[in-house]
């Protein structure tokens, strides 16, 4: 079995940009077919709702967790869309 050279040895990629139709010098057009067919990004179900630290961690309280440290940025703004999520149940009821 003959080992294939690398390439850069005299040998040259088939398909250096990887869209898997050859060379092509202009990727614009591929970008704009793939953008046509995604689907549009998913919208919230309700704004997020700015809640201090205290609230943060009474909204912990309440579904019986316990932060062992200071909240992460992350967990701050997850506790602001389960705060965004309680007021609007809050105005359907």
């Known amino acids: 079995m003959a080992k294939n050279k690398p390439i ?4 040259e990629d088939e398909d250096p940009n990887g869209t898997g139709d050859g060379w092509r010098s202009d990727i614009g057009e591929q ?12 919208q919230p ?3 997020p709702v700015f ?3 205290i609230e943060g961690l009474e909204i912990l309280g ?8 200071p909240l992460s940025n992350l967990e701050q ?12 149940i809050i105005e359907l009821e």
């Open 8 to 11: 850069g040895f005299g040998r």
């Open 31 to 42: 970008a704009d077919k793939q953008e046509e067919s995604s689907p549009p990004p998913r």
């Open 45 to 47: 179900k309700a704004d």
């Open 51 to 53: 809640v201090s630290t």
């Open 62 to 69: 309440a579904y019986g967790l316990m932060a062992l440290g």
């Open 77 to 88: 703004q997850l506790l602001q869309v389960i705060a965004g999520l309680e007021k609007r």
